[in-house]
């Protein structure tokens, strides 16, 4: 197919990317952008009271082991070196997570080293005949039960709405479990904070001549569009007319105030009874400025209405039955791209957007010149 002139629905991270690398190769992209901003829920803005850039929807922090994406971020933006850490309040004490050493030491109020920490949780878990298929069955195969209510039980139920016998394991095992002192909170070679913040990185993504970027502008169709490359959510493309996909969205509570008002980026809440997950104060991510004020923002999880901002996709049996059914629907269609993390239906960190993204530009790519099939999905859904 001669295709020339592509549509990309969505100027997140993902329709950002794919619009710049099909503008490099010669085609015209037209963007919309239903926001008055660029780069989704990762953007950033800057508080015109205290000057602190505050992470609007939500704490956003880059990290990968993808040598090409760290490389692509770093041609847009200058990343500051950053090192994520979270404290979590269990009834009136702070602790240190993701589960280390110092987590352990103080939860049992014991004085353990690296292998005697590990022989002693170890003895503790408990595990399934076969894998774990739960997120509770992970967590006690993994830690154990007095670790996992303390930290895990009250905070999922919150996140996500439904007992952690209900969950899948998968979202356990995006945190790691170390015996040693290191609290990084992520495991990854390359870590970082955009200096000017995300929107201006997706700014400078989006800046080539021939990206065309209409923000405030829902995409409506557009019967010219040769190709269109769709970031929305996929049960909306159709009109929600086989119902619905599950999503939890956030709530967030935004609050100025003097000095600061805790000592880490982003405080959890393990109680089940303490309504917020966790409180995010913006300076923290920017330890290179200085602010007398600070911002700070309560963050609570809820279902998704009709009218809500989607956040995290559920993935339960039910939605995933009616994944599919969306995915067929999709297969059935032709001159569309769905792509990222609303286009697909997956939860996916900003690193791994971006490697879906110019995979997909290249598999887009590739079809226009040998007259293939456009790809349907920039990753499978299902997967
Ligand atoms: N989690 C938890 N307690 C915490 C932090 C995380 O139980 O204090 C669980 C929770 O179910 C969450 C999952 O671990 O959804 C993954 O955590 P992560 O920090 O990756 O979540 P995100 O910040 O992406 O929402």
């Known amino acids: 197919m001669a295709v020339d002139r592509v549509i990309v629905a969505g100027a997140g991270l993902s329709g950002a990317v794919l619009a710049r690398e099909l503008a490099e190769a010669g085609l015209g992209v037209t963007v919309f952008e239903s926001r008055d901003h660029v780069a989704g829920n990762c953007h950033t803005a800057r508080d015109p009271e205290t000057g602190v850039l505050v992470h609007v929807y939500g704490p956003h922090i880059f990290h990968t082991d993808d040598a090409e994406v760290w490389d692509y971020v770093n041609a847009h933006a200058r990343f500051m070196p950053y090192r994520h850490t979270v404290r979590t309040t269990v009834g009136d004490r702070v602790f240190s997570l993701p589960v280390n050493l110092a987590t352990i030491n103080a939860l049992f109020g014991l004085d353990m080293t690296p292998d005697e920490a590990e022989a002693f949780v170890r003895a503790r878990t408990v595990q399934p005949d076969g894998p774990p298929r739960t997120f509770e ?12 209510e303390a930290f895990f039980k009250g905070y999922t139920q919150k996140q996500w709405g439904v007992h952690p016998r209900d969950l899948p394991a998968a979202i356990l095992k995006r945190l790691p479990v170390r015996f040693t002192a290191d609290d990084s909170y992520f495991p990854h070679r390359f870590e970082g904070i955009p200096k000017d913040g995300y929107t201006a990185m997706v700014a400078s993504i989006l800046d080539h001549p021939g990206v065309d970027l209409h923000l405030s502008t829902p995409f409506d169709g557009d019967p010219d569009a040769a190709h269109l490359v769709y970031t929305g959510p996929l049960d909306a493309y159709f009109g929600h007319r086989l119902g619905r996909l599950g999503y939890r969205t956030l709530d967030f509570e935004h609050h100025r105030a003097e000095g600061r008002v805790q000592d880490c980026a982003v405080m959890n809440f393990g109680d089940v009874d303490v309504p917020q997950t966790r409180i995010t104060e913006h300076k923290h991510f920017a330890p290179w400025e200085r602010h007398d004020r600070t911002v700070w923002t309560r963050e609570r999880a809820r279902d998704c209405g009709p009218d809500d901002i989607p956040y995290y996709p559920i993935r339960l049996v039910r939605e995933k039955a009616l994944l599919a059914d969306y995915v067929a ?18 939860y996916l960190d900003m690193d791994r957007c971006i490697r879906e993204a110019l995979d997909c530009a290249r598999a887009i790519l590739a079809a226009r010149r040998d007259g293939a099939p456009m790809p349907v999905f920039s990753a499978p859904p299902l997967g």
Do not use: H, K, N
């Open 329 to 346: 629907l999709a297969r059935s269609e032709t001159g569309v791209t769905f792509a990222g993390r609303l286009g697909t239906y997956r």
């Open 137 to 148: 069955e992970q967590a006690l195969a993994m830690i154990g039960p007095e670790l996992y």
